[in-house]
């Protein structure tokens, strides 16, 4: 196995743990948890994207360019759910 298929499973796999994450934390949103356990959530979220960057770049682009596009549209998932949180604890 190559060391670009190594990087894809890689981020395959952390794709998968922040979509994990975002589902455990929708879920805590929706039972009433929105103190420092989901902040914690959130920022696992965020944190498994940083390991997506680091993971990126190490793969090429134009071969693996639906993973860089996933990137982009998984940043801007968590961005919105911390929006819908920020305005759910607003009110």
């Known amino acids: 196995m ?4 190594d990087a894809a499973g890689d981020a395959k796999r952390a794709i998968e743990a ?6 455990e934390a929708r879920s805590m949103a929706a039972a009433g948890n929105v103190g420092a356990d989901l902040d914690d959530v959130l920022r696992h979220a965020s944190e498994l994207l940083d390991v997506l960057d680091d993971v990126l770049l190490r793969l090429d682009a134009k071969e693996h360019d639906a993973l860089f596009q996933a990137r982009w549209v998984l ?5 919105r759910l911390r929006e819908e949180l920020r305005g759910g604890r607003a009110h």
């Open 18 to 23: 922040f979509m994990a994450v975002m589902v």
């Open 75 to 79: 940043r801007v998932r968590l961005e």
């Open 2 to 5: 190559s060391s670009q298929d």
